[in-house]
Nanobody, 121 residues
Framework: QVQLVESGGDLVQPGGSLRLSCAASGTIYSINAMGWYRQAPGKERELVAVATSGSSTNYADSVKGRFTISRDNTKNTVYLQMNSLKPEDTAVYYC???????????????WGQGTQVTVSS
């Protein structure tokens, strides 16, 4: 019913920048929150940043001051601008959205397929 398609992952040198995008499509009545998580090899998936429908944002301490999340509600799209990238930012980045497909349905979590970000010289 709802698809999340990510793009923008790549190989980048330390100190470089990348911009991830995630577009939601399908049967959508409203989107509460949209955000980004990441999972490095051998580690659990962790929250990177989230943006609510009310425009508030929250970041992991490890990315504060370097990453910026933004939303375009007209396009059901969320972005993650990543600056000053470090090798420890290397991970698969997953888009997440909390979506209500009908006004009378409870919101549900949806996930994208993931996009690889590798920070290495």
């Amino acid at each position: 019913q709802v698809q999340l398609v990510e793009s923008g992952g790549d190989l980048v040198q330390p100190g470089g920048s990348l911009r991830l995008s995630c577009a939601a499509s399908g049967t959508i009545y409203s989107i509460n929150a949209m955000g980004w998580y990441r999972q490095a090899p051998g580690k659990e998936r962790e929250l990177v940043a989230v943006a609510t429908s009310g425009s508030s944002t929250n970041y992991a301490d490890s990315v504060k001051g370097r990453f910026t999340i933004s939303r375009d509600n007209t396009k059901n799209t969320v972005y993650l601008q990543m600056n000053s990238l470090k090798p420890e930012d290397t991970a698969v980045y997953y888009c997440n959205a909390v979506v209500r497909v009908r006004s009378w349905f409870a919101p549900r979590n949806y996930w994208g397929q993931g996009t690889q970000v590798t920070v290495s010289s």
